[in-house]
């Protein structure tokens, strides 16, 4: 027998939760399959850990505080997320391994079942390198759960992960070196990275601009120079991957990778404007993976437009906003200067010279404005205090393709972070209106009676 539904979500992490709760609240019947813990990577072992521990690291917590601040965190916010949500909401939420069998069709334990539309949102997992095969090792979905806190611990990347766990273990009081080849926090802007850098070396974080080769002797890593990174573990945070192999994918007709499902821009499976991918599985042509909660709801409203009321949907090709919640914080959103095109240029204004910050005893950081040759804001990064709640602005602003004069009109608070921006935009507004073509229209214009 072969239960039905108009939809199938394999996958209740945040994509396949979002796409799950919009079908269900629009009338469709919606079956959700999970194999692990409702709510995903995001809210089992990355995003809400990891805040978590920074924060309470932070506040000078203990280890077992620190754990005990993270079970907290999660206990509180899985309800939002949970198997009895979503049936109370008419989901038929099935747990198990799926395996297609059809184009449309699934196997999950003894369970057969189908869907007019199946949507992939199936996360995706740590790369581990092949050379730590056999040796202890740490990752995101084991880190929490430590007996006890490393007194020398490696982290092995240098994305914001790998960033974020050496602030909140340095800040624990572990020893911590980061190994991460030529660059650390690569997509983001050089300028804006500095002072991140900058401050963890000031409190003690040791940076290797190697590669790693080897699993050292101790627990630690070898590099490629011959040197051997001590270490009493090494923590992963190399990036992630997709790996739906266990899913029959080729049943379906569904072509992956390491980097995701290989979908258009309307995140439909190429063949088929049946199954869709979502969230850390889609990889859109011409866009490429963008593995963030946020943009994993963006997916969903994507797709809910397709299914559910048959309109156009497509992914962004900007860059998304991202944040890294080190100590200063690190937030960005669209383009680089220097991945902007021609006649683009930056304005960028220091928090030495904002008010607020001056009045804290915190100014160090900045932010930095691009706009292309039409003067509207294409991108925005920030780096200091507050950095990722003060780019919501600038999202919008890139967004809606807003020129900087709209920017340099807002009247906002005083004393506050957010006219660090505004004022930027001001002194390039002011460059124009106090050139010698409005100087002189003035004065003529004063002769008037």
Known sequence: MVERFDLVVVGAGAAGLSVAYGAARLGFSVALVERGEMGGECLNSGCVPSKTMLAAARRGFSWAQAQAEIRRAVASIAPADSQARYEALGVTVIRGAARFTGRLALAVGGRNIAGRWVVVAAGSRPIVPEFLAGTRFLTNETVWALADKPKKLVILGGGPMAVEMADAFCSLGSAVTVVAGPRILPREDAELVAPVLAALAGRGVVFEFLRAVAAGPGGGLVLEDGREVAGDVVLVAAGRMVDIADLNPAAAGICWGPEGIRTDRRLRVAGTTKIFAAGDAACPQGVGAQRFTHVAGSHAGVILRQICFRLPGRVATA????????????????????????????????????????????????????IDRRGRIIGAGIVGKGAGEMIGM??????????????????????????????????????????AGPRLLARLLARLP
């Open 319 to 370: 860059p998304p906003a991202r944040a890294v919640f080190a100590a200063p914080e690190l937030a960005q959103v669209g383009v680089t200067l220097a991945e902007a095109g021609p006649g683009a240029r930056a304005l960028v204004q220091n928090f030495a010279e904002n008010d607020r910050a001056i009045c804290a005893g915190d100014t160090s950081g900045l932010v930095k404005l691009v």
């Open 394 to 435: 600038y999202v919008l602003a890139v967004a809606r393709r807003l020129k900087i004069s709209a920017l340099a009109g807002l009247v906002l608070p005083y004393p506050t972070r957010g006219e660090a921006g505004k004022r930027a935009a001001g002194v390039f507004v002011g460059e124009k209106l106090f050139s």
